[in-house]
C-alpha cells in the first residue's frame, strides 16, 4: 500500500475510533442519569383528576394517611392520636401516641409508624415530645412506643410509606426520599426531590408518589433515580395537601388543616380526607 494510502486509512481508522469512543462516552454519561432506551425521551404526564372531599378527620388536623387492610390510617397533628377509619370516615379505633407535630403516618410489618416533626403545635407540652425530626415505631393495637430513630440526615420529616418490607421517609434536610431497612434503620436507597416541602408519599411503582405543598403539586417519582413520571397539579380552590395513601388504584390525600409558618388553615376544608378521581 502507498504511503498517501496508509495515511487515508489511518485517519480513517482513528476517526472511526473516535466516533466510537465519544458514542460509547455518551451512552456512559445516559446511563449515569438513569435515562437510556425509551424512557430517555419520556416526557413527564399530567394526569388530571377531579378531587372528591370525603369527609374530615376525627380532631380535624389529618397531616398523615394510610392504608391498611383494616381501614384508613390517619395521624394527627394537633392531638398526636393515630385514628383508624372505615372508607366512611367511621372511627374503628382511636389511639393516644407519644408522637408530637405529627406529620406522617404508615403501617407495615406488624407495625405504626408516625412521623414526630419535632415540638407539639397547640397542646401542652409531654416528656415524650420529640425535640427535632423522629420516627416512632408503635403497637397498633395499644400505640405503645416499641422504638424511636432518627430521620436520615437529621432535621424534619413530613412523610412515610411503608412499601414491599422497606419504610420510605422524606429527609427534609438533605432534599432526598430515603429508604431504610425497618428491622435497623439502615439506609438502603435515596432519590432527590426537586422541590420543597415534601409530604406525604404512596407507593405506585415502579414509582413513588409524594405531596409537595408549596407547590400543591403532586409527583410520582421513579423510585430508582427520581426521575419524574407524571404529576398531579391541584388548583388554589382545592384543599391543601398534606397526607396521602392509595387505596384500590385511588389516591387519597388529607388537608391538615396547618397553614404555612404553622398558622391555622380557615380553608372551608380545612381536615378533610379527599379522593383523586380521573377525568
Known sequence: MARSERGAADLAGAGARTVAINRREFVTALASTGLTGPAAKAEPVERRVRVVKLFKSPDGHPNGLETSPEGLWIGEQITDRAHLVDWSGRVLRSLETESSN????????????????????????????????????????????LARYP?????????????????????????????????????????????????????????????????????????????????????????DPHGLCMHQGRLYYSDAGIGLGATSNHSPWSGYVCRLDPL
Not at 208 to 234: H, K, M, P, T
Open 102 to 145: 405529627t406529620s406522617g403516618i404508615a403501617c407495615g410489618g406488624g407495625f405504626l409508624w408516625m412521623a414526630a416533626n419535632g415540638r407539639p403545635l397547640w397542646r401542652r407540652a409531654r416528656p415524650t415530645d420529640a425535640v427535632t425530626g423522629e420516627i416512632l415505631k408503635l403497637d397498633p393495637s395499644t400505640g405503645k412506643t
Open 151 to 239: 430521620v436520615p440526615g437529621g432535621g424534619g420529616v413530613h412523610g412515610l410509606e411503608f412499601a414491599e418490607g422497606k419504610l420510605w421517609i422524606t429527609s427534609l434536610r438533605l432534599g432526598r426520599l430515603s429508604q431504610v431497612d425497618p428491622t435497623d434503620f439502615r439506609l438502603l436507597h435515596q432519590i432527590p426531590v426537586k422541590l420543597s416541602r415534601a409530604h406525604g408519599l404512596a407507593w405506585d411503582p415502579p414509582g413513588i408518589w409524594c405531596v409537595f405543598s408549596n407547590d400543591r403539586v403532586i409527583q410520582r417519582l421513579d423510585a430508582r433515580d427520581g426521575r419524574l413520571l407524571e404529576f398531579i397539579q391541584l388548583s388554589a380552590d382545592d384543599p
